[in-house]
């Protein structure tokens, strides 16, 4: 026979004020995504016109030469690769604030549940390329400290 501890039993439930903020944090978090998915679109935008652009300058001016063009899809892969990075924070964000507002709507605790866990992969995900970013710039000092006392 086995016995479940107290806190094991525990459910939390959430009151009056609790359920504003997370209806509330979660109107934001939609605000947020949707201006996310903007700021998606305006970069795939602007990599296939920066591609465009630098191809068309390599055709009217001869000296740019193919460096133009080969610069020209540099810079549509690079912004395209930020965008696909880009997308999955804001799509857990769009997870999250969706199923919050539903979970909120019908009082389903299962849907609240879900809700955070798009809520912690966004937060992981945001985590991860901090870490990321945070030992590239690392990396960088470290490359110009040995530069600079290689001269």
Not at 14 to 34: C, G, H, M, P, R
Not at 37 to 48: D, K, N, T
């Amino acid at each position: 026979m086995e016995e479940n501890s107290v806190i094991e039993s525990f459910e939390m439930k959430l009151n009056v004020s609790a359920k504003d903020f997370l209806k509330e944090t979660a109107k934001w978090a939609y605000f947020l995504s949707i201006i996310g998915y903007i700021g998606i679109a305006f970069l795939v935008v602007i990599a296939l016109f920066a591609g465009t652009l630098f191809a068309a300058m390599a055709k009217i001016n001869p000296a740019v030469g193919m460096m133009g063009a080969s610069f020209g899809i540099m810079i549509t892969v690079i912004y395209l690769i930020i965008a696909a990075i880009y997308f999955f924070p804001v799509y857990y964000l769009n997870k999250f604030a969706s199923n919050a507002k539903l979970a909120l709507k019908n009082n389903d605790s299962e849907t609240l549940a879900t809700s955070f866990g798009y809520l912690k992969s966004h937060y992981k995900f945001i985590g991860i390329m901090t870490v990321i970013i945070f030992s590239l710039y690392l990396l960088i000092f470290v490359g110009m400290f040995i530069a600079a006392l290689s001269k």
